[in-house]
């Protein structure tokens, strides 16, 4: 699997070669890869073995024995061949003593009870062990509604507790690093956390002390667990004893309406979910990818999904007249932008775009460009943002489609900055289109811009610059829009719209739709984004073949093509 | 890394070449020296200080969290200094019966130990005296048993640790002189 983050496991991916055996999962016979993990076996055939320390991307601890299972291997004749049955089967000698399921693999003519009379017992009496000394104070806290304990408890548990001693007392609200805090009496002491920070985060600063009836997680005393990767504790913790500092308290899961969608912070692409509740976003949660994450997100993508809900933002079109700024009507701005970008010739008129844009927004400015520039090509270029590979799933581009950039025919990766710099400045650009970018941040200041007849912002947030804007267009931010996006690795990932725009603010692709059409291309009208993708399909031959639907929620690969066009 | 080092007490020829000669005990993993070390360092020190710690984790090419998570689980390796007399009172069933709870208590009082320092860790003021609970001392037949820092006691009785305090009393006076 070529996933963008490497695993030092992969306990639900044996390798290719691995042969199939016959193994006996409540009563029936089923094949699996050899050497294949028996929580993986029943999931692999719809059964479910409850777990709290198997990660499948952790090495196995085995510590929590939630997962136990009755295992039997085939009965041997004196000759030590397997007796078989009438019907040419194997005949099972039961082990008298369950198994742990994380830590067994799949051998030929094993076979396995998940829900017999002993695994019942067992998952019933570790269930009443682990709540011993767990607190009841799910009502304020963070993971009700998503907490294993909680949901095992109900699904397996006794109903009922015999405990009548007092509770192990431990440390609550410990400070486990910058964003997190952690609760001991919530912790079930799985290891989960312990395993990822020393395993992936590589950070080894975490640990059990007290072992016993007192065990107690703990950052090492002076150390604190800061890694980038920080926050995946949180999502693994089965239960509500690491919480994020900036989610707790903020919602309670359920009402949070999830949407599946794409991490906009690098190029990496890392696939999330939008938790988000009546128009505003909470959280950003990973979702498995194997191809580009895994399990897994950094911290810095997770956290930086702010600034959408930003006071400073842009929520209605405005013109700037004199200093003071003036709200329009939708359909004023965009005729006063579509009438201006007529008049000019087309070299003198700049598209500074964003590479945070989407395929289908990207696509609709280059049909804008082409239809303004009848013939001529229009000077277009992005902002290239630097940052530093981790090695793990940062990528060195902070731009999400700087690939889809290129591969549309927009920009030349950044490389004219300098060029536009010195033309707007030597009036041979008069006309600036921003869209998603402000100029201020490659240097074009208040006193170039000053030089330009006109100047449209399209975006989110202005810079210290935009009073010299004629024209203030609302764009959305990456929760508010659908599209798809290229990432590093040529990978084709979709976003969806998570919440509304905010005030009278419009998607990017319907803005340029609507100039689209002020400026004169009336033969196609675009309803839905999947129409603006569909068109694009078959327009640009980087998208040839591909429609809005056959583009799953785990993207599509694109490296062949783009390699072939030695974009990548 | 060199703040700790700087706060490590000056550590003789003598300690560091024993170190080095148990963990070349260890061939195949240094790591399994960390017991050995624990020990080399509370025989020495008294107790494992958080230097001590980093120390040892240092030496082994550890993590200190590794060193700190066995240094917790052993009760016999001290995180702290005890008292200068540490008296070990055994609680295991026989000295239980035996009365050794009320032994514990009376110790306590008599050695005016108030602070709880750990699970049933209690050490004096003065840091003389210190009294916690340990498992079985295997001499059943003569409970309830104790010990006095290395030296055990059989069939306590509160008039027989009147004698030990009192005795005790009189050697800290002769120490004093």
């Known amino acids: 699997m070529s996933a963008l983050i490497k695993n030092p496991f992969n306990h639900d991916l044996p390798p290719l070669e691995a042969p199939l055996v016959n193994v006996q999962l409540d009563g029936q016979w089923v094949k699996v890869p050899k050497g294949l993990n028996i929580i993986e076996v029943a999931k692999r055939f719809g059964k479910f073995i409850p777990h709290y320390c198997y990660h499948p991307k952790l090495s196995i601890a085995g510590n929590c024995r939630m997962c136990l299972f009755e295992m039997g291997m085939p009965k041997l004749d004196a000759n030590r061949k397997p007796v078989v049955d009438a019907e040419e089967r194997p005949v099972i000698n039961w082990l008298p003593r369950p198994q742990i399921a994380c830590a067994t693999q799949a051998t030929e003519g094993m076979a396995i009870r998940t829900n017999s009379k002993l695994v019942k017992d067992c998952q019933e009496g570790v269930m009443e062990f682990l709540l011993i000394n767990h607190p009841l104070d799910c009502p304020i806290c963070d993971q009700a509604g998503e907490c294993r304990l909680q949901e095992y408890a109900y699904d397996f548990g006794k109903g009922r507790s015999r405990f009548v001693e007092e509770k192990v007392k431990k440390p609550k609200r410990v400070d486990f690093g910058p964003r997190i805090i952690l609760d001991d009496e919530r912790c079930i002491l799985c290891s989960r956390c312990i395993r990822f920070a020393r395993e992936i985060a590589k950070q080894d600063v975490i640990g059990f002390v007290n072992r016993g009836s007192y065990s107690t997680l703990t950052v090492y005393p002076g150390r604190v667990f800061d890694s980038n990767y920080s926050l995946n504790t949180v999502d693994i913790c089965p239960v509500g004893a690491l919480t994020s500092k900036d989610f707790r308290f903020k919602m309670r899961v359920w009402f949070l309406r999830e949407a599946k969608s794409i991490c906009t912070e690098c190029a990496t692409g890392c696939n999330i979910i939008i938790g988000s509740r009546e128009n505003i976003v909470y959280r950003l949660t990973p979702r498995v990818n194997e191809e580009v994450n895994s399990h897994w997100m950094c911290d810095q993508g997770r956290l930086g999904f702010h600034y959408i809900h930003s006071k400073k933002r842009v929520t209605e079109p405005a013109s700037h007249l004199n200093g003071s700024l003036f709200p329009l009507e939708w359909s004023e701005a965009l005729r006063t932008v579509a009438q201006k970008l007529m008049e000019f010739p087309p070299s003198e008129i700049a598209f500074l775009v964003s590479a945070r844009l989407t395929c289908e927004e990207l696509y609709l400015v280059k049909k804008l460009m082409e239809t303004l520039g009848k013939g001529t090509e229009i000077f277009s270029e992005i902002i290239p943002r630097k940052g530093v590979a981790d090695g793990l799933l940062r990528s060195a581009d902070l731009n999400p489609n700087t690939k889809g950039a290129i591969g549309i025919g927009i920009g030349k990766e950044g490389r004219r900055i300098e060029e536009l710099k010195n033309k707007i400045r030597a009036k041979e650009i008069n006309c600036l289109f921003a869209i998603h970018e402000n100029p201020e941040e490659v240097g074009i200041q208040e006193d170039i811009l000053s030089s330009l007849s006109f100047y449209v912002w399209q975006g989110l947030i202005p810079g210290p610059a935009v009073h010299k804007a004629n024209i203030l267009l609302a764009g959305a931010s990456f929760a508010e829009k659908s599209g798809t996006m290229i990432n590093i690795a040529g990978r084709l990932q979709k976003l969806h719209k998570a919440i509304l725009c905010p005030g009278r603010a419009r998607e990017d692709w319907r803005i340029l739709r609507d100039l689209l059409l002020l400026v004169g291309v009336k033969e196609r009208v675009f309803e839905k984004i999947n129409d603006v993708f569909d068109a694009m399909s078959k327009e640009i031959d980087l998208f040839e073949s591909l429609s809005w639907n056959t583009v799953g929620d785990l993207g599509i690969d694109l490296s062949q093509k783009l390699k072939n066009r030695s974009i990548l | ?177």
Not at chain 2, 58 to 65: R, S
Not at chain 2, 88 to 113: D, N, P
Not at chain 2, 157 to 168: E, F, G, P, S, Y
């Open chain 2, 1 to 177: 890394m060199n703040a700790t080092e700087k706060d490590l007490p000056q550590l003789e020829e003598s300690f560091i070449e024993e170190a080095e000669r148990i963990i070349s005990q260890y061939p195949v993993s240094k790591r399994s020296a960390s017991l050995p070390l624990l020990h080399l360092w509370q025989r020495h020190f008294g107790f494992v200080s958080p230097q001590g710690v980093q120390w040892i984790a240092e030496k082994l090419d550890l993590e200190p969290i590794a060193v700190e998570e066995i240094a917790t689980f052993y009760p016999m390796i001290r995180q702290r200094p005890l008292g200068h007399y540490q008296f070990k009172v055994c609680r295991t069933l026989s000295c239980a019966l035996a009365g050794s709870y009320e032994i514990f208590e009376y110790i306590k009082k008599s050695c005016k130990t108030v602070n709880e320092v750990g699970h049933h860790v209690y050490v004096s003021e003065d840091g003389k005296f210190s009294v916690e609970f340990v498992e079985c001392l295997a001499a059943c037949g003569n409970a309830p048993v104790m010990m006095l820092n290395e030296e055990e006691w059989m069939d306590v009785t509160q008039t027989k640790i009147d004698a030990i305090l009192n005795h005790l009393i009189r050697e800290k006076r002769k120490e004093e002189f």
